[in-house]
């Protein structure tokens, strides 16, 4: 198992069964968002949001056809929290 990797070579082993049979995936699209957010409210002089994103484990029984781990549900939270 790898902890922070997640990329799609590693999912493929996993779903393959080849050498890894876990991983916990950084999830790279929220954490942009994320990153955005937080430079908006560092240049708006606001608090950082202290939010955490979930721990996720991808195996066999739960990696994606795409081959990378998408969180469901932060864009919405994020446009909400930005007025759009």
């Known amino acids: 198992m790898g902890a922070g990797d997640g990329d799609s070579s590693a999912l493929q082993r996993i779903k393959a069964g080849e050498y890894q049979t876990a991983t916990v995936p950084s999830p ?4 942009g968002w994320q990153i955005v957010d937080e430079l908006n409210r560092a240049f708006n ?7 955490v994103p979930q721990i996720h484990v991808s195996t066999k029984d739960n990696t994606t056809a795409t081959d990378a781990w998408d969180p469901t549900g ?11």
Do not use: C, T, V
């Open 28 to 31: 790279l699209k929220s954490e």
């Open 45 to 51: 002089n606001q608090p950082a949001s202290g939010y």
């Open 74 to 84: 932060y864009q919405d939270a994020y446009r909400k929290i930005w007025g759009k």
